[in-house]
């Protein structure tokens, strides 16, 4: 379901579209979280995004992260696929928004965003990372896996897990991509502020992704050894 159809390797061409689009859902996600004033309807709203990626099943890079640590589904060269890919359709999308008027109304609030993103350190961008992909890996296995698709108990949980973490201002890698693409394209800023948020919010979204997916993979063990 995740990696392989019926121990088929899945194409190189649909894990990196698959990758792109990921990216391009969170981007939508963000667009929409950018055009509402107020931080908890904006926060509901951000999960648009995720739903798309978890009922479609793309590569989101803070999906993958759970789901190689809980059953293998995925190799390290996915990681990287869909750590770049999701760059690649984040970066499309502040491209194309670029050149439309949609833009002009967002840029207060990525100013907002970004610039204590850029100022902030290490440790505490790491930290965020952490408790982010916490956030997504139990939006993944609570509302992705163990609730039936499209059904109201996994939207419920989806959007409860999506909400909470960009109410609290978490640090999503994927999210930040986007963030960062758009303020690059018309602020400018140095590359290597950039790469800082981009190195330790990503080490705290797999240090946390991991985490979690070990940590369920161990309560199930547990919990079915129980039942012998």
Not at 80 to 106: D, K, P, Q, S, Y
Not at 157 to 166: E, P
Not at 182 to 208: A, E, Q, R, W
């Amino acid at each position: 379901m995740y990696h392989k159809r019926k121990g088929q390797e899945i194409p190189m061409k649909e894990k990196w579209i698959s990758s792109i689009m990921a990216g391009i859902y969170i981007a939508m996600g963000a667009m929409v979280y950018l055009s509402i004033s107020d931080k908890l309807a904006a926060s509901l709203f951000f999960a648009t995004g995720i739903l798309l990626v978890l009922n479609l099943h793309n590569r989101l890079f803070t999906r993958v992260c759970p789901l190689f640590a809980y059953n293998g589904s995925y190799r390290p060269g996915d990681l990287f696929i869909a750590w770049i890919g999701n760059g690649i359709g984040t970066a499309l999308v502040a491209i194309l928004i670029h050149f439309t008027r949609f833009e002009a109304g967002i840029l207060g609030r990525i100013e907002e965003i970004v610039i204590p993103k850029l100022a902030d350190s290490p440790v505490s961008l790491t930290i965020l990372g952490l408790f982010c992909a916490l956030f997504v890996a139990f939006a993944v296995f609570v509302g992705g896996i163990r609730q039936k698709q499209g059904t109201f108990a996994q939207i419920f949980y989806v959007w409860l897990f999506i909400t909470a973490f960009v109410f609290c201002g978490f640090e999503h890698i994927i999210a930040d991509m986007y963030y960062l693409s758009v303020y690059v394209l018309n602020f400018g800023t140095s590359i290597g502020d950039v790469l800082k948020v981009l190195l330790f919010v990503t080490l705290g979204n797999v240090i946390g992704g991991i985490a979690a997916g070990y940590f369920v993979q161990n309560l199930e063990r547990e919990s079915h050894e129980n039942r012998k």
